[in-house]
């Protein structure tokens, strides 16, 4: 049974950092490429960054270049490394595979940036 399980979100300030992490289970992690997601209140589910096994990244545009994904196929788990977060970065973020979630999706972690 697959299981994906997100954790680190919280409250912070604006120009704030997280760091997340989605720990994967009942699959070979090192087998898929894995991405991070989002969801803001009335929104739909949207994509945020992706990467390979091998590492090659790729993010959206509204997160290039502030955001940034790893993973480590040991632990069998995915980080996502938030920096100059800002209020329109408020969700729930979800990891899954990519770039199509073929997977049930976790709980999700809140991420709430506010002053």
């Known amino acids: 049974q697959v299981q994906l399980v997100e954790s680190g979100g919280g409250l912070v300030q604006p120009g704030g950092s997280l760091r997340l992490s989605c720990v994967l289970s009942?699959?070979?992690?090192?087998?898929?490429?894995m991405g991070w997601y989002r969801q803001a209140p009335g929104k739909q589910r949207e994509w945020v960054a992706r990467?390979?096994?091998?590492?090659?990244?790729n993010y959206a545009d509204t997160v290039k270049g502030r955001f940034t994904i790893s993973r480590d196929n040991a632990k069998n788990t995915l980080y996502l490394q938030m920096n100059s977060l800002k209020p329109e970065d408020t969700a729930v973020y979800y990891c899954?595979?990519?770039?199509?979630?073929?997977?049930?999706w976790g709980q999700g972690t809140q991420v709430t940036v506010s002053s």
């Open positions: 899954n595979s990519a770039p199509s979630s073929v997977w049930s």
């Open positions: 009942g699959r070979i992690f090192s087998d898929y490429t």
């Open positions: 990467t390979t096994s091998s590492g090659i990244t």
